[in-house]
Each structure stands twice: as structure tokens, then as C-alpha cells.
């Protein structure tokens, strides 16, 4: 059930600052389950945050593969070196916006939080879509006719 206090505690924020309409960023972030908080700003940024780190980390998985790790040795396989280059830049992207989220965080300054908040729902649909595409190409990769598991195994030793 949706925490209606929080949409409340928002339209009151969205007020006295410049924010996207609740709904639409209810849907990107997941805001209406937020417990409540004196400090909502902060709570949107860790949510924010917390996509920020789970898709940082599976670009890193693909870029920088852990030779224990069997799914990350698969996929990295299956992207060139231009879409790896174009996965860095979006690795890039990402990163820049988690470390500005945690320099606001430690700031404590609401216009500054009003602002990255603006500036990743801004960029978020963009970001999204790239994601998306090298999600589809990972999918992808596990719909071989025929997996070929000495390839996948061979990194192992």
C-alpha cells in the first residue's frame, strides 16, 4: 500500500521548490513505499541511489568481469570494443551522479539535494534507455541455441 504521507510531504517540498510531479517520479523511483522521514529530500536522494549503484555495478561486472563470477565472463563476451566504450561513458555517467549524490548527502543543503534530484530525474530517461539497450544485449546472450560451456568454463582454469 502507498505511503500517501510521503506524496503529501512531497507536494509540500514541490511547493517551496521546483521538483518533477510526484507520479512521475513515484514511477521511476519507487517513492510512495519510502517509510516516513523529517528529511525527505535526503530518503528520494538514497533511493536514487540505490539505482544508481545496482546499475554501476552490473556495467562493471560486464566491463571489469571477476573471473569467479560465471554470468559476467559469459556476457562480456557478446560486446564489441565500441559498445564497451559506450557502456565506459555510460559507467561514467552513472558514477558521476552516485558520487555527486553522496557530496549532497554530506552537504546537508536542501537546494543542493532540490538540485540533484532535478538534474538525475532530467537525465534519467536518457540513461535509462541506454541501459536498456545493453540489458537486451545480455539477455540475449543467454538465448543461444546452444550454450558452449567449455568457452564459459575455460576462464575458470
Given at each position: 500500500m ?8 512531497y ?19 519507487e ?13 528520494i ?6 539505482k ?7 556495467l562493471?561486472e560486464i566491463?571489469?568481469p571477476?573471473t569467479?563470477?560465471l ?15 559506450r ?10 551522479f552516485n558520487r555527486?549524490?553522496?557530496?549532497v548527502?554530506l552537504?546537508?543543503n536542501e537546494n543542493?539535494?532540490?538540485d ?12 535509462k534507455?541506454?541501459?536498456?539497450a545493453?540489458?537486451?544485449k ?9 550454450a558452449?560451456?567449455?568457452?564459459d ?5
Open positions: 502507498p505511503n500517501k504521507d510521503i506524496e503529501k510531504q507536494i509540500e517540498l514541490k511547493k517551496k521548490h521546483r521538483l518533477p510531479e510526484f507520479r512521475e517520479i513515484d514511477f521511476e523511483f517513492l510512495s513505499d519510502l517509510e516516513e522521514t523529517s528529511f525527505l529530500l535526503r530518503a536522494i538514497r533511493r536514487m541511489e540505490e544508481l549503484d545496482f546499475y554501476s555495478t552490473m562493471e566491463l571489469q571477476d569467479s563470477n554470468y559476467a565472463m559469459h556476457e562480456t563476451r557478446f560486446f564489441d570494443e565500441d559498445e564497451k566504450k557502456m565506459y561513458e555510460l559507467y561514467t555517467k552513472l558514477m558521476n555527486q549524490s553522496i557530496e548527502s552537504e546537508h543542493n539535494e532540490v540533484f534530484i532535478n538534474n538525475l530525474f532530467q537525465e534519467w530517461k536518457t540513461l534507455q541506454e541501459l536498456l545493453f540489458v537486451r545480455t539477455r540475449a546472450s543467454w538465448k543461444r541455441e546452444e558452449d560451456i567449455k568457452e568454463l575455460g576462464y575458470m582454469g
